[in-house]
């Protein structure tokens, strides 16, 4: 296999009704990415492209052939990757085989999302989709839901006390908040929030209160990959993909007993952390899936930065921050830089190459001298993926 | 191959209030709700089985958002439930006001109740679903 890297990142501002198409943001994102590399339309091989709901939020199906036209992509094989809230990450994954096989030099893989186009009620509907439909959702299983009963099995399993438990998921809604302020493309750029909102806020789905649920979001976030010859000739930077994981999950009830670990995610970044020849130790900075607040004490459990059960004295800690053992969400994460769901994982991977290349010191939410980022993304019950972003300078 | 137990012989003895699952030949585990393979071997050597439907909650959530078309159903009670013959499955609660549900239901023993969802427009047909009762306050 032949080396891959990022040579070029785009990334819109996220956030709530904004007035642009799917396509239309996904198109500023890719020129962005392209702008970065001086990368011309013709050079571009093949798309790959992550979008989930297009089909119910503006009747668009098919969004990724329409999309390499509107580029000047044409006539390039396209491809949409629907893997929920995973879905860049998987398109992400496969445009990397693509390239490493030799098959492509160069490729574009992002993703697009308007999640808000479709209302709060609607949404809920169609993100309830990505759980199992014929005997999870007909008791009425909603997606703020699922992370509600881990929470609830969480507090169990590990003998912590819901209210303690409590107090730490509304530190890392928090953390997340005061690091989106420092995000100019983040949903709630100009929202702080204390633990005190966290923990008083409305109940979506017992324990979670609105302030541990990520929002409804639209953006997109666009990269272009090059194969490690093609890359020498469009940066100084290449920031290089040198580990991959991916894994499937049953619904949610057949996941047991396995509960509240997540075991896909468990063998995916397995995976990853194998195919780079590195620990979780190796792990400058992370962007992981945080949905919901308990989602993220868990991934990072399960990613190895805390022996299961202790992943939310990372917050307390002060270690998720920067300059602490692990920063993670350094974005402001799904919770407050949006979670636009088809578009998510390019956004993570968008934010990681961005810290690696050292881009984001006028921001203030740098991590001095980061080499090695982790980027997570799980899918409704059943996708996780993982990559490992290495500097190549 | 044939598909051993599909959804709509499950929903038809659910609605009967009886619990349906599979038998594994090769590994003797109990798989429910059905699904092609054995959940603990992948066997494709399953063979139906009436469960007892008695178990023990292991979680819950009251769901106070609900999606689009089930707004009337909120706030309500989502458990799981470890059955006695090992499978965790999904029901409902309804056995208490939602509002109330706490802690103190992990653990609690119950036994098979049913409701079916009538489905919506992105539904084929209605589905049967466990809404369990508590066991030990009858």
Redesign the interface.
Known sequence: MRKVAVVGTGHTEFGSELPKTEIELFCEAATEAMAECDLGPQQVQALFCGNVFGDFAEGQGMIQSFIANELGFHNVPATRFEGACASATVAIRDAFMWVASGFYDIVVVGGTEKATAMG???A??TF??GAE??????????F??FF??????Y??TYNVP?EKLREQMSLVSVQSHYYGTKNPHAQFRHKEITPEQVSGG???????RLLDCCPFSDGAAVLVLASEEAAKKLTDKPVYITGLGQASS?R???Q??YLPRIRARELSVKQAYEMAGITPQDIDICELHDCFSIASIIAAENLGFAQAGEGGRLWENGDTKIGGKIPINISGGLKAKGHPIGATGASQTCEIVRQLRGDLADSGRQVAGAKTGLVDTLGGDGIIANLVLQAGW | MEYKLP?RQYHKALMKNQLLGLKCGNCGAITC?P?MSC?NCSSYDLEVTQLSGSGKI??????????????T?AP?I?V?V?LEEG??????LYDMAPER?S?DL?GRPVTLGCRV?PG?R??DGP????AFLFADNA
């Open positions: 709060t009620p609607l809920t509907r309830a989709m439909a014929k005997y999870e959702f007909a008791p009425g299983l909603t703020p839901g509600a009963l881990l929470a609830h099995l507090a169990s819901l409305f109940t979506v789905a017992s324990p979670l049953p949610l009830s057949a047991a007993p | 959804f709700p699904q959940r292991t979680t819950y959530t009251t769901i106070f958002v609900a999606p689009e078309g089930r707004e159903e309500y989502i799981m470890e499978p965790w499955i999904m029901g409902n549900a802690m992990i969802f919506d992105y539904s589905m049967a679903r466990p």
